[in-house]
Nanobody
Framework: VQLQASGGGLVQAGGSLRLSCTAS????????VGWFRQAPGKEREFVASASVSMSTTYYGDSVKGRFTVSRDNAKNTVYLQMNSLKPEDTAVYYC????????WGKGTQVTVSS
């Protein structure tokens, strides 16, 4: 089972990025999913999560109203749409899913310049 996060990059403040997390070996539609991030020198921080049905979503206070979690079952991919990016959003972003145990994707770097 693997999760592969992608879509990171360098963007100016106020810009947008969409991160993708593609699963292999498991179906994302059978798991709740989450996004976390870790900035240099800081602990990993919760960003967003969604229930298996996608009917319930949670967001960290710092990203509420700016980030949105979605899923495309046909592509076996979960997305994190990030709008109105701020320099403090700069971090390595990780996706997470639970199939009997926690699975983590390799992170993708997001850098927001001021």
């Amino acid at each position: 089972v693997q999760l592969q996060a992608s879509g990171g990059g360098l963007v100016q403040a106020g810009g947008s990025l969409r991160l993708s997390c593609t699963a292999s070996g498991r179906t994302v539609g059978s798991s709740g999913v989450g996004w976390f991030r870790q900035a240099p020198g800081k602990e990993r921080e919760f960003v967003a999560s969604a229930s298996v049905s996608m009917s319930t979503t949670y967001y960290g206070d710092s990203v509420k109203g700016r980030f949105t979690v979605s899923r495309d079952n046909a592509k076996n991919t979960v997305y994190l749409q990030m709008n109105s990016l701020k320099p403090e959003d700069t971090a390595v972003y990780y996706c997470n899913a639970y199939w009997g145990m926690d699975y983590w994707g390799k992170g993708t770097q997001v850098t927001v310049s001021s």
